[in-house]
């Protein structure tokens, strides 16, 4: 069977299934973007930022809808910076694609 991710950023994406599962990135710069698939078996995710709680947001859709923007922040001090997305709810939690923006 062939099987892709047509849409998502280079046509993949990562997942995983296990409650709690946890997606941490650490960058150096004033922004940062998590970009990736809504879809009907994914739930809710919080949002950290170096350690705290920024947002939780909702990755449930009907349909799957692809390189979606779900979180940004901008205004960081040109400083390394850890981003933590943690699933909370739903059967999946999918990541496409995090970028970050450097200082000037």
Do not use: C, P
Request: hydrophobic share 40%; no cysteine; charged share 25%.
């Amino acid at each position: 069977m062939d099987f892709s991710f047509r849409g998502d950023y280079r046509d993949d994406v990562h997942a995983s299934t296990a409650a709690g599962a946890a997606i941490n990135f650490t960058f150096r710069g004033t922004a940062v973007d998590w970009v990736t698939a809504l879809a009907q078996d994914q739930g809710e995710a919080d949002v950290y930022l170096d350690g705290k709680v920024v947002t939780r947001v909702n990755l449930h859709s009907d349909v799957r809808v692809t390189t979606r923007q779900v979180f940004s922040k901008t205004g960081l001090t040109d400083a390394q910076h850890t981003l933590r997305i943690v699933k909370i709810s739903g059967d999946q939690l999918r990541n496409d694609m995090i970028r970050y923006t450097l200082a000037k």
